[in-house]
């Protein structure tokens, strides 16, 4: 029996509509509706890990480094993330304040406002799936699963591809 939110975990973008935001007594301009899509779940993505009994002495030992070089990376990718989803906050916090009382006054949204809204929340999930990413993909190594050391880098944008193979 499939679920009725069945749906909802298969799409990962939803389009915010505001076409009937003015009531048919208001008249509003012609215009193109106001649409926006925003991220609103992440994919799973899985790996195939193929267990191998043979394991390396050394690259036990140079897991400690890499571990550190990797921790390392990561929290400076998070520092940086961080800082900037905190400037397009205290943005947004700031035009949202000032939209509330355009709503007040005008009954009609601001559409810079709603624009950073939808920048602030692509960014954020974009950031923090890059550094998911980051440390699920180095999860095996670092559980000694497997003897193949991954990247110190970062991936330039999160994958889109299901499937495929740790770091």
């Known amino acids: 029996m499939e679920s009725k939110y069945a749906h909802l975990i ?7 509509n505001f076409d009937n ?6 008249t509003m301009p012609s215009s193109q509706p106001v649409v926006e899509e925003v991220p609103i779940s992440y994919i799973i993505q899985t790996a195939t890990i193929p267990f191998d009994e043979k394991a390396s002495r050394l ?3 140079v897991r400690i480094i ?16 961080g800082i900037l989803i905190l400037i397009y906050t205290i943005i947004a916090s700031i035009l949202n304040v000032i939209n509330f009382f355009i709503i007040l006054i005008t009954r009609k949204r601001w559409k810079t406002a709603f624009n950073w809204q939808a920048k602030l929340i692509k960014n954020s999930a974009t950031y923090y799936t890059r ?3 980051y440390t699920m993909r180095r999860a095996p190594y670092f559980g000694l699963m497997t003897d193949k050391r991954p990247e110190l880098g970062m991936e330039s944008e999160p994958s889109k591809t299901p499937g495929g193979s740790p770091a």
Do not use: D
Not at 76 to 81: D, K, T
């Open 21 to 26: 935001a003015v009531t048919s007594s208001q």
């Open 66 to 81: 890499w571990l550190f070089l990797t921790w390392l990376v990561s929290f400076v990718y998070s520092l940086v993330f």
């Open 59 to 61: 690259e036990l030992l």
């Open 131 to 133: 550094l998911y990413n």
């Open 10 to 16: 298969e799409n990962t973008n939803v389009s915010i």
